[in-house]
């Protein structure tokens, strides 16, 4: 059975990763980046190669979701899945199911803050960035409208990414990313607690203080400047690596933000921001 890991990109679902990985696959609390290798992404092709290689299809694709994770799941182990996909359905096709999933934790970031990481990871402008929240995307499909991904993925927009994985589910844990910046020690006995009820976890005072200490944004900036983080995209333009984790707590939307995007991201998104308490 599946635990998800889901959120729209960009908004702490790597960091959210780290802290699980140091929880359940470490002695000790300490992390490092190849414990995140043991939470795999999906969708991505080592799931799809033994049904397809036409991985830009999203009409082929979609047809696989579960069967993928059917495969998956035949040893009936408990594992961590990291997505950024929409729990959608599509001709009948969903993208998972009470059979293959076990629950899930979504992170969520207040949208106003996204513009900028978006705009840094995916190379757009503020605006470009703010449509991107709005519109329907898909990654890596053989489409228009598309960012690279090495399996299509749809993400929708951030309205509906949010509605599809949070509302008529009973086994969520959603967790903010401005709470962990907050209080990293209440979220982490928020995530323990939670999945206490679908494993044994094995934790101690002093393993937890280690996977904060450890997993502070601060400790990951270091990492990925000493070559240790390896999920970077690259842009082809500049011919470099982009900044992974870039301005992380210090990225403040009332310091860049434009008046009048700000105004249309709480409009169209008011009953969301409030319900989440970003308004």
Not at 46 to 74: C, G, R, S, V
Not at 133 to 159: C, E, Q
Not at 214 to 230: A, C, I, P, V
Request: hydrophobic share 35%; proline share 3%; with cysteine.
């Amino acid at each position: 059975m599946i635990i998800w890991l889901a959120s729209f990109p960009k908004s702490g679902n790597t960091w959210l990763r780290s802290i699980i990985s140091s929880l359940i696959y470490s002695d000790d609390g300490i992390f490092n980046f190849e414990l995140n290798k043991k939470i795999k992404q999906f969708p991505s092709i080592p799931f799809f190669q033994d049904f397809t290689q036409d991985y830009n299809n999203i009409h082929e694709i979609k047809k696989l979701w579960i069967l993928a994770q059917d495969k998956l799941n035949l040893d009936n182990k408990l594992k961590f899945l990291k997505t950024h996909h929409i729990n959608c359905t599509i001709d009948g096709y969903s993208f998972t199911n009470k059979e293959n999933t076990a629950a899930t934790i979504y992170i969520v970031r207040d949208p106003r803050n996204l513009v900028n990481s978006i705009s840094n990871h995916f190379s757009k402008n503020q605006t470009e960035a703010t449509e991107f929240l709005f519109r329907s995307n898909i990654l890596g499909a053989s489409k228009s409208n598309t960012l690279p991904s090495d399996v299509a993925t749809i993400l929708g927009s951030w309205k509906d990414h949010y509605h599809f994985w949070t509302k008529k589910n009973d086994k969520l844990l959603l967790i903010k990313y401005e709470d962990i910046v907050l209080n990293p020690k209440n979220e982490l006995k928020k995530i323990i607690k939670f999945l206490s009820r679908f494993t044994k976890v094995e934790t101690n005072n002093t393993k937890e203080a280690n996977i904060i200490n450890s997993t502070s944004f601060e400790t990951l900036r270091k990492m990925e400047q000493n070559g240790e983080f390896t999920e970077n995209v690259f842009d082809k333009i500049s011919n470099k690596k982009i900044k992974f984790f870039n301005q992380g707590p210090s990225n403040k939307w009332q310091d860049s933000l434009k008046d009048e995007i700000r105004s249309e991201i709480e409009a169209k998104l008011n009953t969301e921001m409030k319900e989440l308490g970003y308004l």
